[in-house]
């Protein structure tokens, strides 16, 4: 390849009731195993999905079945990035985890988070950061949590505030929002009593140098080859501070303008916001979502397609 070639490992909204039903289809064995771990940690992957330990460790091991397929295709990414929970796959790229600590942690994770305070969370377009400056403060409890692309947010808070918020932003700018969750405000101050749960499991976790460049979600910007009390520093503040997503890209292409993107994990969570926000670039996502019965198919093409465009 003569392109760098960046992996985008997707967070908790890329979850959908059919990613392991298309998995299955490409990697049987690999999947059987990841559903068998993941019953094992008392979630039926396959189910409604009702915690939010749940979906983490859904995601998570998705995101997993999809990054070891990739690898055994011969794909060797020269960055990677993750989006929240993402950024947990990204340290497994990085060599900063091995897959199965960072399993336990994303159960630890969520436990935290489904102990947190109750909240809500709704992704807003076409607005963004900036039209949100004046608007936030008057309404109470609601902040920027993702601030994913010029013209898209997702805002986290108080169920009242969010609501408020919500009927400002269509009064004023014609906005549409969605709904995302409604038991938690992650990424936000409302989260903050959740840090120190989260961080006792941080700082347990086995934990190896990092292997290469850290693009931390609460900096939205790259930390060269950080000792791991700075990754679990950044960490723990990352559930109560917003996902500086469009930072993070924006910086990615700064330092490889030439690149190529593939978006590893379920669904195309990241990969339709980037190219609604930049058209040309070049992005691929290696979950078809499609009938499962065609995904061997689709992927295999996507493969083909990335090897070319790298």
Do not use: K
């Amino acid at each position: 390849m003569s392109r760098p070639l960046v992996f985008l490992f997707p967070g908790q909204s890329a979850r959908d009731p059919e990613m392991f039903a298309r998995l299955s289809a490409v990697d049987p064995a690999g999947t059987a195993a990841m559903l068998a771990r993941l019953r094992a940690l008392g979630v039926e992957p396959t189910g409604e999905l009702e915690t939010n330990r749940a979906v983490q460790l859904a995601v998570f091991g998705a995101t997993r079945l999809w990054a070891d397929l990739v690898a055994a295709a011969g794909l060797r990414a020269t960055a990677s990035a993750g989006h929240s929970l993402g950024e947990y796959s990204h340290l497994v790229d990085l060599g900063a985890l091995e897959a199965a600590a960072a399993l336990a942690l994303v159960a630890a994770r969520g436990a935290a988070c489904d102990a947190g305070p109750y909240g809500a969370m709704a992704a807003v377009h076409p607005v963004g950061a900036h039209d949100l400056a004046d608007l936030l403060p008057d309404l109470g409890e609601v902040w920027i949590a993702c601030d994913d692309a010029p013209t898209q947010v997702v805002l986290g808070g108080a169920q009242a505030a969010l609501d408020r918020a919500m009927a400002r932003l269509a009064e004023e700018h014609f906005a549409l929002s969605t709904v995302i969750e409604r038991r938690i405000a992650m990424h936000t101050p409302r989260f903050a009593p959740v840090r120190p749960h989260l961080r006792r499991a941080l700082e347990r976790a086995p934990w190896s140098d990092v292997g290469g460049t850290y693009w931390s979600n609460v900096l939205g910007g790259p930390v060269d080859t950080p000792p791991a009390a700075t990754v679990v520093d950044l960490l723990t503040r990352h559930l109560a501070e917003p996902v500086r997503w469009r930072q993070t890209v924006e910086a990615l292409l700064a330092r490889h303008p030439d690149a190529v993107f593939l978006e590893v994990g379920p669904c195309r969570a990241l990969t339709d916001p980037l190219r609604r926000w930049m058209p040309d670039l070049p992005i691929f996502a290696v979950d078809p979502v499609c009938d499962p019965a065609e995904a061997p198919a689709r992927f295999a093409a996507v493969l083909e397609e990335v090897q070319r465009a790298a």
